[in-house]
């Protein structure tokens, strides 16, 4: 491992909050891992994404992920997107090319790949994707990608979810957010990609009409108990916890800042145990 100096590369976490997050205890490891010189912060702010921008140019930032509320709202400010930013409208990375920052969505394809761990084949899947932000936007754009049948975003906002689906395109469609509705559901998987206020409206949800083949994922790694999840795996249902996409959009992004692929399971053994105890395989497996 390189010694930190003057001249070590600086990376980091923007939004709030992040004094939570475990992606500087990642990205860390894994320069450590690979003798790559760079250091991560967790950087929280407020402000506005342009004074963000000013001052991570004019300190010498070298790279940063960006988490709420900031992943839209910096979309306008860069001077480049790749191909995931530009479908879904949000950044989770940016990086410094000389002068210039470009904006990356590596969320999209570390869903996909947290999806193939959990042996789900999207390829002709229904899937039932609750809400309608910039997380849900991902993974409808990572499951469209993969040749999902259908793809329904199930959004409290109904108007929201089906301009975001049409933004989307091909079989992406919007629903309301109730439990009436989700009733008559039977999916090949369901993701839950609302945030922690809207905790209590998943846990109403009715699951008991599900057939075990019906796959779940919460994306919200910090829940140490997500709704429905430790009933379902009980049940012999297949589910995941957030962390591997976290694990891996996170491996994606470290990509980009350097150039190395970094070794993921370095990653996965920094996961904190309650996650790597909630299997991704049905209980009894
Ligand atoms: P976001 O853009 O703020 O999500 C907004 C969505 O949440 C909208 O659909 C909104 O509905 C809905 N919502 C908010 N409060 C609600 C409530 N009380 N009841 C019902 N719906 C409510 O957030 P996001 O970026 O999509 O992230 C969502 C979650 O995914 C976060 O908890 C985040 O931590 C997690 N996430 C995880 C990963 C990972 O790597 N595991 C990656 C990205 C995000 P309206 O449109 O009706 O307002």
Known sequence: MPEITGKTPLFGLIGHPVRHSISPTLHNAWFRHHGIDGMYAALPTREPAGDILTALTTLGVSGVNVTVPLKRDMLPLVDALDEDATLTGAINTLVRDGRDWVGHNTDVAGFSAALAELGVDPHGARVA????????????????????????????DEAKAHRLAARLGGAVCGGPLTTLGFSALTPDLVVNALPGAARERVRALPIDHLPQTTAWVDLNYWDPEPPHLQTLRARGHRVQTGHLMLLH???????????????IEVGRALLPRQSAAMVTEPAGM
């Not at 994707?129 to 049948?149: D, F, I, K, M, N």
């Not at 959009?249 to 070794?263: C, D, E, I, K």
């Open 129 to 156: 994707v609750l809400g309608a932000g910039g997380a849900a936007l991902g993974v409808a754009a990572a499951l469209l990608r993969a040749g999902a049948e259908g793809v329904v975003l199930y959004n409290r």
């Open 249 to 263: 959009q996170a491996a994606l992004a470290f990509a980009r800042f350097t150039g190395v692929s970094p070794a």
